[in-house]
């Protein structure tokens, strides 16, 4: 009975990643306002280690429109200029020797449409991998020995409860981000 208990466990913590995973995308996806979220995965070349834009600057949002950069070193703003630039955000940011302003251009319905269907790629990921985490504790289940079908049937249900209650969050999660991202 220890054994079943520790495979609920497992697909519920997989479950949980899929939506922390899912989160975490949605926090990358700018719905019209400035974050520094939004920079979060930006690496700076920095003395030939790559590393995290807010390991070497500190980022603020002065108003809902502009990210401002203050590197520590000041040697590294052409560095962390080159990487916001590489990094595919659509951002210009603009130095002015002591920082790095970036201006968030307001998004453009046929943008809003594109990040709106980013956000659903995203959660049709999580779906998936929720599932997959489904899935595998279905398969655990069957393999376990020396317990009846009725123990088995009624974790089976109990895996199908928190997989519909995980699809639900996601699809939550997508409603609200949607919601977001649409509003001008």
């Given amino acids: 009975m220890e054994d079943l208990d520790i495979i609920l466990e497992s697909v519920k913590e997989d ?6 995973h899912l989160e975490h995308a949605f926090g990358k996806i700018r719905a019209g ?7 979060q995965d930006v690496m700076v070349e920095y003395y030939g280690a790559p590393t ?21 070193d000041r040697t590294a703003i052409g560095a962390i200029e080159k990487a916001i630039i590489n990094s595919n955000l659509g951002f210009a940011p603009s130095n002015n020797g002591d920082t790095i302003i970036i201006n968030v ?9 594109e990040l709106a269907k980013q956000a ?34 009624s974790l089976e249900e ?27």
Avoid at 105 to 113: D, G, I, N, V
């Fill in 158 to 184: 109990d895996i199908q409860k928190l997989t519909d209650s995980y699809i639900t969050k996601a699809d939550e999660a997508y409603k609200t981000k949607e919601a977001e991202i649409m509003k001008v």
């Fill in 52 to 72: 995290p834009i807010s390991q070497v600057a500190n980022l603020m949002v002065p108003d809902a429109m502009t990210i401002s950069i203050q590197p520590w």
């Fill in 105 to 113: 251009p307001p998004l453009t319905e046929e943008r809003r449409r």
């Fill in 120 to 153: 659903k790629m995203e959660t049709e990921q999580s779906k998936v991998t929720i599932r997959n985490a489904r899935q595998d504790g279905m398969k655990e289940i069957k393999k376990a020995e020396g317990v009846s079908e009725d123990v088995k049937k």
């Fill in 33 to 39: 306002r400035a974050s520094t979220a939004m920079l």
């Fill in 15 to 20: 479950m949980d990643a899929g939506i922390k």
